[in-house]
C-alpha cells in the first residue's frame, strides 16, 4: 500500500467519523430544543405559582387579621356579660 492509498483510507475514515459527529450534534440539538420547551413551560407554570402563593399570604393576612379582631371582641363581651371566655 502506498502513500496515496493510505491518506485516501484515513480521509474516508475521517469523513465516515464526521458523518457520525454529525448525526450526534443533530441529535443533540433536538434534545436540547426539547429542553428549551420544558424550561420555557416550567417557567410559566412557576410565574403562575408564584402568583398564586402571593395572592395566599395576602389572604392568611386578612384572616389573620380577622381572627385577632374576633378574639379581642370575645374578650370584651366575655368581661361585660360576667362569663369569662376561655384565652386563646
Known amino acids: 500500500m502506498n502513500n496515496e492509498e493510505k491518506i485516501i483510507q484515513l480521509l474516508t475514515a475521517m469523513q465516515e467519523d ?6 450526534d450534534v443533530s441529535g443533540l440539538k433536538a434534545d436540547v430544543s ?3 420547551a420544558d424550561v420555557s413551560s416550567l ?3 412557576t410565574a403562575h405559582m408564584e ?3 402571593a395572592e395566599l399570604k395576602e389572604g392568611q393576612e ?3 387579621v380577622s381572627v385577632n379582631r374576633l378574639v379581642g371582641w370575645a374578650d370584651e ?3 361585660v356579660v360576667k362569663f369569662p ?4
Open 18 to 23: 464526521i458523518s457520525g459527529l454529525k448525526e
Open 34 to 36: 426539547a429542553l428549551q
Open 43 to 45: 417557567k410559566v407554570r
Open 51 to 53: 402568583r398564586d402563593i
Open 62 to 64: 386578612e384572616v389573620r
Open 77 to 79: 363581651c366575655g368581661y
Open 85 to 88: 371566655l376561655p384565652k386563646l
